[in-house]
């Protein structure tokens, strides 16, 4: 049986190998959630050990995590390229097609996966799928008109909810913007299509579909061990 003791076990131990990845002088994208957390406390080790590296990160928290542990963080506006992003997933399919956005980060990361040289994705086993779209998908709107945003989602035949703070306020991005959870009764024959739909929409930003974007995939399993793919 599987604990949460040994979800975060895999998750140490694939932060732990992708931290293997990095050389100083590089610039490193921080992706933001559990996971990436586990990464970046690994490169905190590995810079108190004499590692020299710059990173650029897609949320205040990983930011001020990094910061706290002696990396030098960046605006991504002063920097001109990333060697390398890592990030978790939510899910992620045999074609390394993902669901991100958990966290509410996913169009900061898709930013910094697409500047990157690589990006690569650590996860524990419980985030592989057959196929994408088993978990919910997040979609970034605007605050104006988003009512009239929401509605068209539907029309287009998805059900989902606002996003929520604990104390039942409408969650906010760190551009400002709301979350539209969509849940799938099944996943769809063609992620592809569905993006395409959604972000026509006027008023949504982006989807937390990220298609060919993942390089190198640490996968952690619950016994510490790891496998990249």
Same mark, same amino acid.
């Given at each position: 049986?599987?604990?949460?003791? &040994? ?15 990095? !050389?100083? /002088? ?15 406390? &690994?490169?905190?080790? *590995? &810079? ?5 590296? *710059?990173? =650029?990160?897609? %949320? ?6 990094? @910061? @706290?542990?002696?990396?030098? =963080?960046? !605006? ?9 992003? =890592?990030?978790?997933? !939510? ?29 690569? =994705? ?29 509605? *068209? ?7 989902? *909810? ?23 009764? %099944? ?5 592809? @299509?569905?993006?395409? &739909? ?9 989807? /937390? ?15 510490? %061990?790891?496998?990249?793919?």
């Amino acid at each position: 049986m599987k604990t949460q003791d &040994s979800h975060q076990n895999a998750k140490i131990a694939a932060g732990q190998k992708a931290a293997e990845m990095i !050389d100083t /002088g590089m610039i490193v994208g921080l992706g933001t959630g559990s996971t990436a957390e586990c990464f970046i406390d &690994s490169l905190i080790l *590995k &810079s108190k050990q004499g590692l020299r590296i *710059k990173a =650029v990160a897609s %949320s205040r928290a990983s930011a001020e995590r990094a @910061k @706290k542990g002696g990396i030098e =963080v960046e !605006d991504i506006n002063s920097v001109p390229r990333i060697d390398i992003t =890592v990030d978790g997933a !939510d899910e992620i399919d045999l074609r390394k097609r993902m669901i991100k956005g958990g966290g509410g980060a996913h169009v900061r990361e898709k930013i910094l996966a697409c500047a990157s040289d690589e990006m690569v =994705v650590i996860v524990d086993e419980s985030k592989l799928v057959e196929t994408v779209g088993t978990r919910k998908l997040p979609v970034e709107v605007i605050f104006f008109g988003s009512p009239a945003t929401r509605l *068209k989602i539907e029309m287009l035949g998805h059900k989902g *909810k606002w996003r929520l703070n604990q104390n039942g306020t409408l969650f906010l991005t760190e551009n400002g913007n709301l979350i539209f959870d969509i849940s799938f009764d %099944s996943p769809p024959a063609s992620p592809e @299509k569905v993006h395409e &739909s959604l972000i026509r929409v006027p008023g949504v930003v982006d989807t /937390g579909f990220f298609f060919n974007l993942a390089g190198r995939v640490v996968v952690g399993h619950e016994d510490g %061990s790891v496998e990249i793919r």
